[in-house]
T-cell receptor, first 112, second 115 residues
Framework: GAGVSQSPRYKVAKRGQDVALRCDPI?????LFWYQQALGQGPEFLTY????????KSGLPSDRFFAERPEGSVSTLKIQRTQQEDSAVYLC??????????FGSGTQLSVL | AQSVTQLDSQVPVFEEAPVELRCNYS??????LFWYVQYPNQGLQLLLK??????LVKSINGFEAEFNKSQTSFHLRKPSVHISDTAEYFC?????????????FGSGTRLQVQP
C-alpha cells in the first residue's frame, strides 16, 4: 500500500495476556519508529530501527516490551504480561531518512 | 535531548477568526521542527515542517509557522479558521545530529472551531 499499515486496529487484552502489534512501513523506508500515545497526550517515543538494526530502545517502559524488525521491513511490537497501564494507542512511523515521519493509524490497545 | 512545550491544551475560537497555537522547544543541538495534525479517529498527518532556509513555512490549507531561533519557538498561525480545522495539533522536534532521528512531541493543543 501507499501508507504505513498497522494491525490490528483495535486490541482488547486481559491483564497478563501477551499481545503482538504489527507494522508494515512504506516500501523502501529505512527508518521505523514505534510510539505510545496515552489518552490526551502526545506520542512518546518507544524505539527506533534503521533497517533491521534496533538503534535506540531507550523509550521502552519495561522489559515486558520487545520490538523486532528481522528483515528490515515489517516490524512487530510485543508486550508480555500486559498491565492496565499499557492501555494506549501504539503508533508506528517510517521515514526515508529525511527527518519527516509518516505515521500509521495506530493500534488502540485496551487492557482489562 | 530535546523537549517541546505547548502552552495551551485547548484553544476555542469562532469560525473565520485568526488563531495562534504556541510551541516552544529546547535542545542542545540544532533542530528540525514540525507540526502534525490529528483529526478525530485518524492518524497523525504532517501539516508543515522547517528543515532549513526560510524561517516562514506554509501549508496548503492556509496554516503557517515561523521558526524563531532566538526565542526557541515555532508558533502555528492561521488568519481565518474553518470548522474543518477542528483537530488536535502537535508540535515536534528532531535533532540534526546523526545519532537519533526520532521526533519528540509536545502534549498537543486541541483546536475547537465554533460556528
Amino acid at each position: 500500500g501507499a501508507g504505513v499499515s498497522q494491525s490490528p486496529r483495535y486490541k482488547v487484552a486481559k491483564r497478563g495476556q501477551d499481545v503482538a502489534l504489527r507494522c508494515d512501513p512504506i516500501s523502501g523506508h529505512v527508518s521505523l519508529f514505534w510510539y505510545q500515545q496515552a489518552l490526551g497526550q502526545g506520542p512518546e517515543f518507544l524505539t527506533y530501527f534503521q533497517n533491521e538494526a534496533q538503534l535506540d530502545k531507550s523509550g521502552l517502559p519495561s522489559d515486558r516490551f520487545f520490538a523486532e524488525r528481522p528483515e528490515g521491513s515489517v516490524s512487530t511490537l510485543k508486550i508480555q504480561r500486559t498491565q492496565q497501564e499499557d492501555s494506549a494507542v501504539y503508533l508506528c512511523a517510517s521515514s526515508p531518512g529525511t527527518g519527516q515521519l509518516f505515521f500509521g493509524s495506530g493500534t488502540q490497545l485496551s487492557v482489562l | 535531548a530535546q523537549s517541546v512545550t505547548q502552552l495551551d491544551s485547548q484553544v476555542p475560537v469562532f469560525e473565520e477568526a485568526p488563531v495562534e497555537l504556541r510551541c516552544n522547544y529546547s535542545s542542545s543541538v540544532s533542530v528540525y521542527l514540525f507540526w502534525y495534525v490529528q483529526y478525530p479517529n485518524q492518524g497523525l498527518q504532517l501539516l508543515l515542517k522547517y528543515l532549513s532556509g526560510s524561517t516562514l513555512v506554509k501549508s496548503i490549507n492556509g496554516f503557517e509557522a515561523e521558526f524563531n531561533k532566538s526565542q526557541t519557538s515555532f508558533h502555528l498561525r492561521k488568519p481565518s479558521v474553518h470548522i474543518s480545522d477542528t483537530a488536535e495539533y502537535f508540535c515536534a522536534v528532531s535533532g540534526m545530529d546523526m545519532g537519533r532521528r526520532a521526533l519528540t512531541f509536545g502534549s498537543g493543543t486541541r483546536l475547537q472551531v465554533q460556528p
